[in-house]
């Protein structure tokens, strides 16, 4: 199995910045893509953004595109999201993913493999 860790959710004001760290140990791959799901209340889990192995392609929700960026750093097993600019609509639990291979990345979630427990973001108007 594969573990996943989020960290640096909080508070933060209409058009801020955070950035959330999603750390990886246990099970390894020889390679594998990573990726950033949200959920609002009452809302279905949707893809925000996702990685590529050697970091090549990326993709990104249309509701993002322009604010959020999201890398990798392979030596640490760490996957990023930086977001800024962010809006009222952003609020979400944020959860990391894992799905093994070098390159593709789905938006569906049931097509990946791990999932991190969620980190909360609050953006306030």
């Known amino acids: 199995q594969m573990q996943l860790i989020e960290s640096g959710g909080g508070f933060v004001q209409v058009g801020g910045s955070l950035q959330l760290s999603c750390a990886a140990s246990g099970r390894s791959y020889s390679t594998y893509v990573m990726g950033w799901f949200r959920q609002a209340p009452g809302k279905e889990r949707t893809f925000v953004a996702g990685i590529s192995w050697n970091g090549d392609r990326k993709s990104y929700s249309d509701s993002v595109l322009d604010r959020f960026t999201i890398s990798r750093d392979n030596i640490k097993n760490t996957a990023y999201l930086q977001m800024n600019n962010l809006k009222p609509e952003d609020t979400a639990v944020y959860y990391c993913?894992?799905?093994?291979?070098?390159?593709?990345?789905?938006?569906?979630?049931?097509?990946?493999?791990?999932w991190g427990q969620g980190t909360q973001v609050t953006v306030s108007s």
């Open positions: 993913a894992v799905r093994p291979g070098p390159d593709a990345i789905p938006i569906g979630r049931k097509q990946w493999d791990y």
